[in-house]
C-alpha cells in the first residue's frame, strides 16, 4: 500500500491487510481506488472524491437495506 503522503508510511491497517496473493480487496481499498481512479481524470478533484464518497455511502446504504430484507425474509419463513 502506497502512502498517502511521500515521507509518511502507509497506515498500520493498511500494512495488516495484505495477503499472499498481494492486497486484498477490502472496502478501504476499494474506496481509495475509486477516488484515485475519479480524482486523476478530473480537474475539480474535491468536487469529484465527494461525488465518489457520496456514491459509496449510498452504496453502503443499499447494501444495508438489501441485508436487512433478506434477514426479513429469512425471519418470516422461519415463522
Known sequence: M???APGRPASGNAKRSKSKKGRKKTSVYLKA???????RHSRSRGLYIY???EEIVEAK???WEAEDE?????DRKAK
Not at 433478506?70 to 429469512?74: D, R, S
Open 51 to 53: 461525488e465518489v464518497l
Open 61 to 63: 446504504i443499499r447494501k
Open 33 to 39: 481506488d475509486l477516488i484515485e481512479s475519479f480524482s
Open 70 to 74: 433478506k434477514m426479513l425474509k429469512e
Open 2 to 4: 502506497e502512502s498517502k
